[in-house]
């Protein structure tokens, strides 16, 4: 069976086609951030008319690159929600319209769920259980996953998301957006020993974070300081330490609590290269096995979707023609 994937819930327009004869996926990505990089962050309305430029013409063109006719798709995958309200319209609409107009049948995605899953797209997938860290714009999250739709809830932001928190800092620090990779490049050039940054949430017990005291914890340093390169690379450096260091001590945490052997990061913070390599020397010595997207599939895109909604169309699940969003979305919720 092969799936359409779509993805619209931020700022990019993302449409993949699995494939589960082949156990194979190919996508395309449209990203928009030159579109809002001037603003500083995602202007939602300039989102959601941009995905309908995009999303027909991506569509099209990944069926022609692919030599494939909408006959060969044997149902549509889109992302329903967490997300922006008008971004998640355009791909349910559309994608809800095209399986009506294809008769085939579509499912709504959750996009954490797609996030979850996008490390099954590798060639050594993880088994059931795991710990899942989720890291994206808008979550962080700890999740016990039994098997698919079976998601228990340990931990979560009670404010900023880890990325969010990369993203704020980037913008105070004055650097562009998406801040994730920016502070990590700079972070390259910055003094180890120059500023040791709060962990916050990390002395009390439990699995939840709290990422907005250390973005405040930032910006009083960047304010008492002379704000030259050197001492922009210095902070960019300490950030990024604190925050990878919390969230590996609630990795580690997690992992003994729930006595599993199987860690997987997923969502757009996971394709930072320090975090990667932290976790690796984690895996080593608590002797488990861990896993990530390749980077391309850390961040958004139709990939993971079209993967997620193999898995529950198989499962015979489908969607009614009055299909809805959800910008809110628990995932535990799922079944
Ligand atoms: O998963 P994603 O593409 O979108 C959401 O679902 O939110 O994640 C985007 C987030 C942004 O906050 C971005 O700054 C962060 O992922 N990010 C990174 C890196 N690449 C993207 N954060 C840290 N290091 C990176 N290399
Ligand atoms: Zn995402």
Redesign the pocket.
Known sequence: MRVLGIET??D?TGVAIYDSAQNSVTHLLHSQIELHAKYGGVVPELASRDHIQKLLPLIKNLLVDNGLTPREIGGIAYTAGP?LVGALLVGSAIGRSLAWAWQVPAIGVH??EG?LLAPMLEPFPPSFPFVALL?????TQLVQVDTIGKYTMLGESIDD????A??KV?KLLGLGY????A??KLAQQGNPDRFIFPRPMTQRPGLDFSFSGLKTYVLNTWKTHVQDEQTRADIAYAF?EAAIDTLMIKCRRALKQTQLKCLVIA???S???R?RQHLTQLANELHVEVYYPRPEF???NGAMIAYAGYVRLKAGQSEALNFSVHPRWNMSLLS
């Not at 998406?178 to 990779?181: A, E, L, R, V």
């Open positions: 819930s931020c990019e997300g996009h954490m996030h890291v994206s714009g808008g979550h998301a880890a990325g969010e990369f993203d980037a998406p801040g994730g990779p502070i990590s990024e969502g757009g913070v394709a930072n290269q975090l850390c961040t958004d």
